[in-house]
Protein backbone atom coordinates (compact mmCIF):
# COMPACT_ATOMS: atom_id res chain seq x y z
CA UNK A 1 0.00 0.00 0.00
CA UNK A 2 1.44 3.56 -0.25
CA UNK A 3 1.62 5.47 2.74
CA UNK A 4 0.63 8.81 2.70
CA UNK A 5 2.06 11.00 5.40
CA UNK A 6 0.46 15.16 6.68
CA UNK A 7 2.70 17.41 8.48
CA UNK A 8 1.81 18.97 10.46
CA UNK A 9 -1.37 17.23 12.53
CA UNK A 10 -2.38 20.44 13.59
CA UNK A 11 -2.09 23.99 13.75
CA UNK A 12 -3.65 27.05 15.11
CA UNK A 13 -3.95 29.99 12.97
CA UNK A 14 -6.15 33.23 12.64
CA UNK A 15 -8.47 34.70 10.12
CA UNK A 16 -6.56 35.76 7.08
CA UNK A 17 -3.45 33.82 8.11
CA UNK A 18 -1.77 31.97 4.90
CA UNK A 19 -1.36 28.10 6.13
CA UNK A 20 0.25 25.36 4.48
CA UNK A 21 0.02 22.06 4.83
CA UNK A 22 2.40 19.54 3.01
CA UNK A 23 1.64 15.69 2.00
CA UNK A 24 4.05 12.95 1.25
CA UNK A 25 3.66 9.89 -0.36
CA UNK A 26 5.95 6.57 0.25
CA UNK A 27 6.13 6.22 -3.33
CA UNK A 28 5.87 8.27 -6.75
CA UNK A 29 2.33 8.59 -7.70
CA UNK A 30 2.52 11.23 -10.49
CA UNK A 31 -0.32 13.61 -9.93
CA UNK A 32 -3.15 11.53 -8.71
CA UNK A 33 -3.49 13.44 -5.80
CA UNK A 34 -6.34 14.90 -3.76
CA UNK A 35 -7.69 17.25 -0.83
CA UNK A 36 -10.44 17.02 0.92
CA UNK A 37 -12.03 19.26 3.81
CA UNK A 38 -14.15 17.40 6.20
CA UNK A 39 -16.27 19.69 8.84
CA UNK A 40 -17.09 18.08 12.61
CA UNK A 41 -20.01 15.36 11.92
CA UNK A 42 -20.02 16.05 8.01
CA UNK A 43 -18.89 13.96 4.95
CA UNK A 44 -15.48 14.95 3.33
CA UNK A 45 -15.60 18.02 0.18
CA UNK A 46 -13.31 17.61 -2.73
CA UNK A 47 -11.39 20.34 -2.77
CA UNK A 48 -8.67 20.08 -5.06
CA UNK A 49 -8.27 17.39 -7.50
CA UNK A 50 -5.00 16.13 -10.09
CA UNK A 51 -2.90 17.74 -7.54
CA UNK A 52 -3.33 20.98 -8.45
CA UNK A 53 -6.82 21.40 -10.19
CA UNK A 54 -9.49 23.26 -8.08
CA UNK A 55 -13.02 21.43 -7.90
CA UNK A 56 -16.00 23.66 -9.27
CA UNK A 57 -17.67 25.52 -6.56
CA UNK A 58 -14.09 25.71 -4.56
CA UNK A 59 -12.81 29.23 -3.33
CA UNK A 60 -9.70 30.18 -5.23
CA UNK A 61 -7.66 31.02 -1.79
CA UNK A 62 -7.09 27.37 -2.10
CA UNK A 63 -4.07 26.16 -4.09
CA UNK A 64 -2.50 22.62 -4.52
CA UNK A 65 1.05 21.88 -5.61
CA UNK A 66 3.25 19.11 -5.96
CA UNK A 67 4.35 16.12 -8.38
CA UNK A 68 6.15 12.53 -7.75
CA UNK A 69 6.17 12.21 -3.62
CA UNK A 70 5.55 15.74 -1.94
CA UNK A 71 2.56 18.02 -2.67
CA UNK A 72 1.51 20.82 -0.69
CA UNK A 73 -2.41 22.39 -0.01
CA UNK A 74 -2.30 26.44 0.41
CA UNK A 75 -4.86 28.43 2.14
CA UNK A 76 -3.74 32.02 0.79
CA UNK A 77 -6.49 34.22 3.49
CA UNK A 78 -7.51 31.50 6.42
CA UNK A 79 -11.69 32.52 6.71
CA UNK A 80 -13.63 31.32 9.51
CA UNK A 81 -15.16 28.73 7.65
CA UNK A 82 -12.03 27.00 6.67
CA UNK A 83 -11.56 25.41 10.17
CA UNK A 84 -11.99 21.92 9.65
CA UNK A 85 -9.41 18.85 8.98
CA UNK A 86 -8.01 18.54 5.45
CA UNK A 87 -7.19 14.84 4.01
CA UNK A 88 -4.65 14.02 1.18
CA UNK A 89 -5.59 10.78 -0.73
CA UNK A 90 -3.84 9.08 -3.61
CA UNK A 91 -5.61 7.81 -6.29
CA UNK A 92 -2.55 6.20 -7.83
CA UNK A 93 -3.24 2.52 -7.50
CA UNK A 94 -5.35 0.43 -5.82
CA UNK A 95 -5.84 0.51 -2.04
CA UNK A 96 -6.15 4.71 -1.92
CA UNK A 97 -4.96 5.82 0.83
CA UNK A 98 -5.79 8.46 2.99
CA UNK A 99 -3.15 11.05 4.64
CA UNK A 100 -3.95 11.38 8.86
CA UNK A 101 -5.70 14.63 8.39
CA UNK A 102 -4.32 17.86 9.68
CA UNK A 103 -6.90 20.20 11.86
CA UNK A 104 -6.90 23.61 11.29
CA UNK A 105 -8.21 25.22 14.26
CA UNK A 106 -8.63 28.89 15.87
CA UNK A 107 -5.34 30.19 17.77
CA UNK B 1 -28.27 17.45 -8.38
CA UNK B 2 -26.77 14.37 -7.95
CA UNK B 3 -27.22 12.87 -4.27
CA UNK B 4 -26.34 9.70 -2.82
CA UNK B 5 -28.75 8.44 0.42
CA UNK B 6 -27.32 5.65 2.02
CA UNK B 7 -29.31 3.61 4.40
CA UNK B 8 -28.50 0.57 7.11
CA UNK B 9 -28.00 -0.92 10.48
CA UNK B 10 -26.62 1.06 12.73
CA UNK B 11 -25.82 -1.05 15.51
CA UNK B 12 -24.84 -4.52 15.11
CA UNK B 13 -23.20 -7.11 18.07
CA UNK B 14 -19.98 -8.79 17.95
CA UNK B 15 -19.79 -11.52 14.96
CA UNK B 16 -23.21 -10.04 12.32
CA UNK B 17 -22.77 -8.70 9.22
CA UNK B 18 -23.10 -5.45 8.39
CA UNK B 19 -25.37 -4.83 5.87
CA UNK B 20 -25.76 -1.05 3.75
CA UNK B 21 -27.17 0.22 0.62
CA UNK B 22 -26.45 3.47 -1.03
CA UNK B 23 -29.03 5.24 -3.93
CA UNK B 24 -27.88 7.66 -6.10
CA UNK B 25 -30.35 10.24 -7.25
CA UNK B 26 -30.81 12.69 -9.94
CA UNK B 27 -27.43 11.87 -12.07
CA UNK B 28 -26.16 9.14 -14.02
CA UNK B 29 -25.33 5.23 -12.55
CA UNK B 30 -22.69 4.28 -15.22
CA UNK B 31 -19.39 5.37 -15.88
CA UNK B 32 -18.50 5.64 -12.47
CA UNK B 33 -16.84 4.08 -9.70
CA UNK B 34 -19.52 3.56 -6.57
CA UNK B 35 -17.02 3.56 -3.32
CA UNK B 36 -17.48 2.52 0.09
CA UNK B 37 -15.12 4.30 2.46
CA UNK B 38 -15.17 4.24 6.48
CA UNK B 39 -13.79 6.65 9.46
CA UNK B 40 -13.42 5.24 12.61
CA UNK B 41 -14.98 7.76 15.57
CA UNK B 42 -11.96 10.48 15.67
CA UNK B 43 -9.79 8.91 13.23
CA UNK B 44 -8.84 8.74 9.41
CA UNK B 45 -10.45 7.73 6.55
CA UNK B 46 -9.91 4.44 4.95
CA UNK B 47 -11.07 2.91 1.56
CA UNK B 48 -13.36 0.08 1.69
CA UNK B 49 -13.74 -0.79 -2.17
CA UNK B 50 -15.20 -0.48 -5.21
CA UNK B 51 -17.92 -1.47 -7.74
CA UNK B 52 -19.11 0.09 -10.99
CA UNK B 53 -22.32 -0.56 -12.95
CA UNK B 54 -21.31 -3.47 -15.07
CA UNK B 55 -20.16 -5.57 -11.73
CA UNK B 56 -16.40 -4.88 -11.76
CA UNK B 57 -15.17 -5.00 -8.16
CA UNK B 58 -12.39 -4.02 -6.57
CA UNK B 59 -11.23 -4.45 -2.70
CA UNK B 60 -8.89 -3.24 -0.10
CA UNK B 61 -7.05 -6.44 0.97
CA UNK B 62 -7.23 -5.25 3.85
CA UNK B 63 -10.80 -6.56 4.27
CA UNK B 64 -11.69 -8.67 1.45
CA UNK B 65 -12.34 -11.49 3.47
CA UNK B 66 -14.98 -9.85 5.01
CA UNK B 67 -16.48 -7.56 2.72
CA UNK B 68 -19.39 -7.73 -0.19
CA UNK B 69 -19.95 -4.96 -2.73
CA UNK B 70 -22.59 -5.51 -4.79
CA UNK B 71 -24.77 -3.31 -7.31
CA UNK B 72 -28.19 -3.52 -8.77
CA UNK B 73 -27.76 -1.23 -11.74
CA UNK B 74 -31.80 -1.43 -12.62
CA UNK B 75 -32.23 0.52 -9.16
CA UNK B 76 -29.37 2.69 -9.01
CA UNK B 77 -28.14 0.96 -6.26
CA UNK B 78 -24.88 -0.40 -4.76
CA UNK B 79 -24.62 -2.20 -1.40
CA UNK B 80 -21.83 -3.13 1.07
CA UNK B 81 -21.94 -6.39 3.70
CA UNK B 82 -19.03 -7.01 6.14
CA UNK B 83 -18.99 -9.92 7.80
CA UNK B 84 -18.41 -10.95 11.10
CA UNK B 85 -18.09 -7.31 12.88
CA UNK B 86 -15.88 -6.70 15.84
CA UNK B 87 -15.29 -3.30 17.80
CA UNK B 88 -12.93 -2.10 15.59
CA UNK B 89 -15.08 -2.19 12.62
CA UNK B 90 -17.06 0.86 14.84
CA UNK B 91 -16.91 3.47 12.11
CA UNK B 92 -18.79 6.16 9.90
CA UNK B 93 -19.29 4.24 6.69
CA UNK B 94 -19.66 6.25 3.53
CA UNK B 95 -20.47 5.71 0.08
CA UNK B 96 -18.44 7.94 -2.33
CA UNK B 97 -18.88 8.04 -6.24
CA UNK B 98 -15.55 8.05 -7.93
CA UNK B 99 -15.08 9.69 -10.67
CA UNK B 100 -12.17 9.86 -13.52
CA UNK B 101 -11.32 11.88 -16.61
CA UNK B 102 -8.62 13.47 -18.14
CA UNK B 103 -7.02 17.10 -18.33
CA UNK B 104 -3.93 16.75 -20.44
CA UNK B 105 -3.55 13.80 -17.79
CA UNK B 106 -5.66 11.57 -15.74
CA UNK B 107 -7.36 11.84 -12.53
CA UNK B 108 -9.38 10.29 -10.27
CA UNK B 109 -10.96 11.63 -7.35
CA UNK B 110 -14.26 10.89 -4.70
CA UNK B 111 -16.34 14.28 -5.86
CA UNK B 112 -19.61 12.99 -3.93
CA UNK B 113 -20.33 11.40 -0.79
CA UNK B 114 -23.24 10.28 1.10
CA UNK B 115 -24.05 11.50 4.52
CA UNK B 116 -22.30 8.41 6.40
CA UNK B 117 -23.89 5.88 8.86
CA UNK B 118 -22.21 5.47 12.25
CA UNK B 119 -21.84 1.40 12.57
CA UNK B 120 -21.63 0.65 16.67
CA UNK B 121 -20.39 -3.00 17.36
CA UNK B 122 -21.00 -3.71 20.63
CA UNK B 123 -22.44 -6.67 22.99
Known sequence: ?107 | QVQLQQWGAGLLKPSETLSLTCAVYGGSFSGFWWTWIRQPPGKGLEWIGEINHSGSINYNPSLKSRVTISVDASKNQFSLKLSSVSAADTAVYYCARGQNGYIGYDYWNFDLWGRGTLLTVSS
Do not use: H
Not at chain 1, 6 to 11: A, D, E, F, G, T
Not at chain 1, 57 to 77: A, E, K, Q
Open chain 1, 1 to 107: DIQMTQSPSSLSASVGDRVSITCRASQTIGSYLNWYQQKPGKAPDLLIYAASSLQSGVPSRFTGSGSGTDFSLTISSLQPEDFATYYCQQSSSTPYTFGQGTKVDMK
